[in-house]
C-alpha cells in the first residue's frame, strides 16, 4: 500500500498543496481517505500573522465528489495554531487547507462548487433530484443556500441606468431596483426607495449619463441630488400608464357630452338594469360600472392592499 499513497496523493489532491494521504478504506459503498495536512505554518484569519506554533490538532470529516459510484469521505487531521500577534483577538486558529476546506465547511471545495454548478442550472428542486443521480445528494435548500452565499458579481457602472420600486410582504414594505438600461440585467436592489438612498447610490457611480425613471418625487430628488449631471427621463412603461390614466379620467369628466344615438348597436343585457332616467344605453351601465369598479381596484392597490383582499372586497 505504501507505494499506492503517493499516487494516491496525486489522484485524489493533485490541485492541493500540504495534503498526505496516509491510508484509503473501501466499503460497498464509501471510501474513507484518511489524510493529514503538512504546512509548518498557518496565517491566522483575524490578523493574518503567520505562526509556527502548534496548539493541537483534530479530525474534519468534509464530503468529497464521489467515485467509482462510492460516497466519499475525507478523514483530514488539521492542526490549531497559536497566534502570538499582541492586538489579535485570537488566541488560537485551525488551519484551512486552500482548495479543499474553509471554516465551518462540511464539504470539500471541489464538490462544493459542483453543487453550486448544479443549482445554477437547475435550481433548486430539479437540482436536488441531480444531485441524487449523482451520489451526493442534497436537499434543494441546500442548494439555494450555496447559490445565495455566492458573491455578487461584479458589474461595470451602467451609462443608462433605470430606476423602479419593487414590493416585498405582499406589497407593504418597498424598495428600488436598479436595472442596466442597455444590458436589461438587475445590477442592485437597495432596502427602501428614499431619495437619500438613491442619491448615495448614484453619488458612487459619476460616469451614469442617463436615468430613466418613473415621476415619483422620491426618485426625481434622489437623481437630482446623486447624479447631477445625468439626464433624467421618464421610461415608457410610466409614460403609457400614465397616459392611459390621464385619457381615462378624461373621458370620464366628458361623459356627459356623450348622448346615445338613434342607432345603438346592440349590447349584452344580462347585466343591464333598469334605466328610466339614465341617458344611457342599459348596456352601457355596464361599462360604466365596470369602470367603477376599475377604479375602486386601482385605489385600493395604490393605497397599500394586496391582491387578494382586494379581489374579495370587489367580487
Ligand atoms: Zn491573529
Not at 504546512?39 to 464530503?63: D, K, M, N, T, V
Not at 448614484?202 to 460616469?207: G, K
Request: proline share 6%.
Amino acid at each position: 500500500m505504501s507505494e499506492v499513497l503517493p499516487q494516491l496523493d496525486e489522484l485524489l489532491f493533485s490541485s492541493v498543496e500540504g495534503v498526505l494521504v496516509e491510508s484509503v478504506e473501501v466499503t460497498d459503498t464509501v471510501v474513507r481517505v484518511e489524510a493529514r495536512t503538512t504546512a509548518r505554518r498557518a496565517a491566522c484569519p483575524e490578523c493574518g500573522y503567520w505562526s509556527g506554533r502548534i496548539h493541537g490538532s483534530y479530525l474534519r470529516f468534509p464530503r468529497d465528489l464521489p467515485t467509482a459510484g462510492k460516497l466519499v469521505v475525507v478523514s483530514l487531521r488539521v492542526r490549531r495554531f497559536v497566534c502570538a500577534e499582541d492586538s489579535c483577538t485570537r488566541k488560537t486558529f485551525a488551519e484551512q487547507v486552500p482548495g479543499l476546506t474553509r471554516r465551518f465547511g462540511r464539504r470539500t471545495e471541489r464538490l462544493r462548487s459542483t453543487l453550486v454548478s448544479v443549482g445554477l442550472a437547475l435550481a433548486g428542486r430539479a437540482g436536488a433530484l441531480m444531485t441524487d443521480a449523482f451520489k451526493i445528494p442534497v436537499s434543494r435548500n441546500t442548494l439555494l443556500r450555496l447559490i445565495a452565499s455566492l458573491p455578487d458579481p461584479v458589474t461595470a457602472t451602467p451609462r443608462v441606468v433605470g430606476v423602479d420600486e419593487y414590493a416585498q410582504r405582499k406589497g407593504r414594505i418597498y424598495g428600488t431596483v436598479l436595472v442596466d438600461v442597455e444590458t436589461r440585467r438587475p445590477i442592485d436592489l437597495l432596502p427602501d426607495r428614499e431619495a437619500g438612498t438613491l442619491a448615495a447610490w448614484l453619488a458612487e457611480r459619476s460616469d451614469i449619463e442617463i436615468i430613466c425613471r418613473d415621476r415619483a418625487p422620491f426618485f426625481a430628488e434622489g437623481a437630482t441630488r446623486g447624479a447631477p449631471q445625468a439626464l433624467q427621463v421618464a421610461d415608457r412603461w410610466h409614460l403609457w400608464h400614465n397616459l392611459g390614466e390621464a385619457a381615462e379620467k378624461c373621458v370620464y369628466r366628458h361623459r356627459g357630452c356623450l348622448r346615445p344615438t338613434s342607432a345603438q348597436p346592440e349590447e349584452p343585457q344580462e347585466e343591464a338594469e333598469p334605466t328610466a332616467s339614465s341617458p344611457w344605453p342599459t348596456g352601457h351601465r355596464f361599462a360604466e360600472r365596470t369602470r367603477a369598479k376599475h377604479a375602486t381596484i386601482h385605489a385600493l392597490l395604490g393605497a397599500g392592499h394586496s391582491k387578494r383582499p382586494v379581489a374579495g372586497s370587489s367580487a
